[in-house]
């Protein structure tokens, strides 16, 4: 399968995930709940990343009864930096996550028609950045506290 290609003219926003069963992502953000930077699959999405565009958090996971789901919103800060060599790409973010009570549980948005089809639901490996669309993105913002 192809991935889709992701057109700056239709983009609503980034999304990044972490996976909530690998890492403590609730205390992590508990103690720090601003993501200054997150790492990104080298590739033509990567470049396409840009400062002022919106970007969403996902934790992913399955194994412990956390509201795995959109846990928050910011913005890309500047371009994708490869690093050095052999090292991963990295993002500079003002990712700012939500309060507990205001995230937003994948359950309620598979069930929202116009997010069924999100990318992060049909390829839920692939690595970042996965993306919306502006009608997607749109979308999600009716089910944000903000």
Known sequence: MTEPLVRLDDLGAWLIKGNADLVDLAARFASEPLVTSWCV?????????????PVVFWASGSRSPLPYGV?????????ADPGPAGQQWTVPLDLPILPEPDRV???????????????????PQAANPSYLT????????????I
């Open 105 to 123: 549980p994948r359950q309620l948005l598979r069930a929202d028609d116009r997010l069924a089809a999100l990318e992060v639901f049909r390829q």
């Open 71 to 79: 846990w928050g919103v910011g913005r890309v800060t500047g371009a």
């Open 41 to 53: 699959r080298p590739g033509y999405r990567a470049r396409l990343m840009g400062a002022g565009q």
């Open 134 to 145: 502006v009608a997607q993105f749109a979308a999600l913002r009716t089910h944000l506290p």
